[in-house]
């Protein structure tokens, strides 16, 4: 067994466990909350995360911490922990999902990929060996190899050398990250790699890919390429068709997912760490999450109502502000509105995986699943 990660508990699929990091033990499951330029956007501080909100991790982004302001600036300034002065763990992304999503040319070569900023349009060139060496100087908690990320659906053929490459790309982050790590003007001799299985919804090649990345023996392993327009169910199949192929002695990360339902039903097949912008993105648009369901809080028939956002919720934004005093921070425009909505739901997904793991340990998951996971879907009706 890992002697990093420790299965507390399971029931069913659902699993309960600690995963002990150079800057802390990650109770799981986890939702990490995404700061993408070392900050959670709107107007959430780092010292907001740790003293009111829960979070047990920071999730960055290698490709636009390379764009600005440039990796070699942040390990001037001591790392990531220093620079945002969060103390905690951090997983950086690595680029590769950036570069496929964000670059309108791009040129992929058995190296790496050579394309275009899309800040300024400077040439780049990013591969396994150069992500390695970005997340090093970042001294992040977590690395994620660098792999390519395939536009869903592709063709099974191009599909199958794509994972191929992804797997001989991982070879080489292992290697260059164990290089990094024994050298002593590195920050983080103790970083740690995580593998991203891919494979589009093809079954097959989700399987093999990930007994071939499980084999390198890695700190955790992620299921990359979903969410990104499949059908609810096809994620779920694809989860419950690679999870039984995941060591169970590791972590499991979902990439990008999501919901709190998705949340929920992906802790039901196994999962148990989680990355989304959905809460901070559509908070900062007014969608708010609550135990009773979603709201959109700068609607009319909040105009004047006293309660705060979630009746249920003790967060610092539901203690001391009403829906109508929200709701008239957003039509005023004010900066204040976006700040209390990304506050509220970061605080809800954080207190959300915390219930999961409670339910976990008392043997009453199942029960909490088929309660919230319909509920905390639908719209708001009071």
């Known amino acids: 067994m890992s002697e990093k990660f420790k299965l507390l508990m399971t029931e ?6 600690e995963f002990h990091t150079p800057h802390g033990v990650i109770q799981t499951p986890v939702f990490m909350n995404v700061g993408t330029a070392a900050a959670i956007k709107g ?7 740790a003293n009111e909100l829960k979070t047990q991790v ?18 001037k300034m001591g790392g990531l922990h220093k ?8 997983l950086t992304d690595s680029g590769g999902f950036q570069v496929f999503s964000l670059a309108k040319l791009r040129r992929i070569k058995e190296e790496g990929v050579y394309f275009n900023s899309h800040v300024d349009g400077r040439k780049i060139f990013m591969g396994p060996e150069e992500s390695m060496q970005i997340q090093s100087k970042l001294a992040s908690t977590i690395a994620m190899a660098f792999d390519e990320c395939v536009e869903n659906p592709a063709e099974h053929d191009y599909s199958k050398a794509s994972c191929e490459r992804t797997t001989r790309w991982l070879v080489r982050c292992k290697s260059e990250m164990a290089r990094l790590n024994s050298l002593d003007e590195t920050i983080n001799r103790e970083q740690m790699l995580f593998g991203i299985n891919q494979g589009c919804t093809y079954t097959d090649l989700r399987i093999e890919h990930m007994k071939q990345i499980t084999e390198l023996d890695l700190d955790g392993y992620a299921i990359g390429g979903l969410a990104v327009g499949e059908p609810t169910e096809v994620m779920y199949d694809i989860i419950e068709t690679v999870e039984p192929f995941m060591p169970t002695d590791k972590p499991r990360y979902l990439m990008g997912v999501g919901t709190p339902s998705n949340i929920i039903e992906a802790v039901h097949r196994g999962v148990d760490f989680f990355d989304c912008v959905m809460p901070s993105r559509n908070a900062r648009h007014g969608t708010v999450f609550t135990w009773e369901g979603i709201l959109h809080a700068p609607n009319k028939r909040f105009e004047t109502d006293p309660r705060p956002l979630d009746p249920h919720c003790d967060c610092p934004v539901c203690r001391n502000f009403s829906r109508a005093y929200i709701r008239h921070l957003f039509k005023a425009g004010e900066q204040l509105a976006g700040r209390l909505t990304v506050m509220h739901n970061l605080y809800f997904y954080n207190t959300l995986t915390q219930r999961i793991r409670d339910a976990i340990e008392n043997g009453v998951f199942e029960q909490f699943r088929r309660y919230y996971s319909p509920l905390l879907e639908k719209m708001c009706e009071d």
């Open 58 to 75: 920071e999730l960055c982004n290698t490709y636009h911490l390379h764009v600005r302001p440039g990796e070699d600036i942040i390990y």
């Open 83 to 90: 620079f945002m002065n969060w103390l905690g763990p951090i």
């Open 12 to 17: 069913g699929s659902a699993r309960r466990g």
């Open 43 to 49: 107007g959430v501080s780092s010292v907001d995360l």
